[in-house]
């Protein structure tokens, strides 16, 4: 019934969400409102059985949540439930058949109020993932849109905040950057838990990989000081490996020469494969035939080998 473009069939299940009291069921009647109502002309997306916007039910019936519910009676139902006391699969089940309408202002404004307090990963993921990919189809001027980028960089402070930061992930790489939001990010790189820096090392080599992102520089420079001195020989990889962002600056490639001398193996296979999405030069080359003669692990000697039949085809 939710899958038809039908008013009738919208308002039977509005005013059944309206009256229920089973979590299971407001479940399935929020799902249902959230379902494509479209004639379906790419009806092979149920055939992706990892796609996020396709679900299956306990009793097999896969339901594509997919568009924008134009209605606002039937939303004013539906928001309440992002604030469901005690079921996290409720509060879910309205984030995601809200997600196509996160562009409308009541259903945004309602996903910013849920996200702070939001502890329940699938809810809390569902919320921020919803936001960042509306703020990615986005001109940094749009109304509202630095609103959900910095509930985005706020709530990701938080340590019980994984799910947020893994959600946002995709759509922050895609969105076009203000050199403001850039300075706020980039020092995360250099402080936090291990999971806020991995996020924010993720989200700005995604961002910077375009050379004409704002501020580029200073995510460079803190990229260089943790692949150069991190303790952590993990943030030290991630660091080296979102180096590769920039193979249009010499100092990227200078200093990825430098870490095949760091004590961990891992971060100098990462410098290996790094050198190996840059631009080629005799130095790049010689420096990974140096690696896969003489460094003291089989990994790196392997990889370093690898990347030369990339780079350097006999």
């Known amino acids: 019934m939710g899958s038809l473009p039908d008013r009738?069939?919208?308002?039977?299940?509005?005013?059944?969400?309206?009256?229920s009291?089973?979590?299971t069921w407001t479940r399935t009647l929020l799902l249902a409102?959230?379902?494509?109502?479209?004639?379906?002309?790419?009806?092979?997306?149920?055939?992706?059985?990892?796609?996020?916007?396709?679900?299956?039910?306990?009793?097999?019936?896969?339901?594509?949540?997919?568009?924008?519910l134009g209605e606002a009676s039937v939303r004013s139902l539906m928001i309440p439930r992002l604030r469901e006391a005690g079921d996290?699969?409720?509060?879910?089940a309205a984030a995601a058949a809200l997600t196509d309408s996160a562009g409308l202002e009541d259903v945004r404004r309602a996903f910013l109020e849920a996200l702070p307090g939001e502890a329940d990963p699938a809810a809390q993921g569902?919320?921020?993932?919803a936001l960042a990919d509306w703020a990615a189809g986005e001109t940094p001027d749009s109304?509202?849109?630095?609103?959900?980028?910095?509930?985005?960089?706020?709530?990701?402070l938080r340590p019980d905040a994984a799910a947020l930061r893994l959600r946002s992930e995709d759509g922050l790489k895609r969105m076009a950057w203000t050199e403001t939001e850039i300075r706020v990010l980039a020092p995360r790189i250099e402080g936090g838990s291990f999971d806020q820096r991995r996020w924010a090392i993720a989200v700005l080599a995604g961002a910077t990989s375009r050379s004409d992102l704002p501020a580029r520089g200073e995510v460079f420079e803190s990229l260089?000081?943790?692949?150069a001195a991190e303790p952590d020989a993990k943030v030290r990889e991630l660091a080296v490996t979102a180096l590769s962002s920039f193979p249009d600056r010499a100092p990227a490639s200078q200093l990825l020469i430098g870490t095949l001398a760091d004590p961990a193996w891992h971060v100098r296979a990462a410098a290996v494969r790094a050198l190996g999405r840059m631009a080629k030069s005799d130095e790049i080359l010689a420096a990974l035939r140096q690696a896969e003669q003489g460094d003291g692990d089989e990994r790196v000697r392997r990889a370093a080998s690898q990347t030369l039949k990339v780079l350097a085809p006999k």
Do not use: H, N, Y
């Not at 009738?8 to 009256?19: G, H, P």
């Not at 996290?88 to 879910?92: P, Q, T």
């Not at 569902?126 to 993932?129: F, R």
């Open 8 to 19: 009738e069939a919208l308002d039977v299940l509005a005013r059944a969400l309206e009256a």
């Open 21 to 23: 009291t089973d979590p």
């Open 33 to 68: 409102l959230g379902s494509d109502k479209s004639s379906g002309t790419d009806d092979d997306i149920f055939g992706l059985g990892d796609s996020p916007r396709v679900i299956e039910t306990s009793i097999g019936l896969a339901i594509r949540i997919r568009g924008a």
């Open 88 to 92: 996290g699969g409720v509060r879910w």
């Open 126 to 129: 569902q919320l921020t993932k």
């Open 143 to 156: 109304p509202g849109r630095a609103q959900v980028v910095a509930a985005i960089f706020d709530g990701a």
């Open 224 to 227: 260089a000081r943790v692949a």
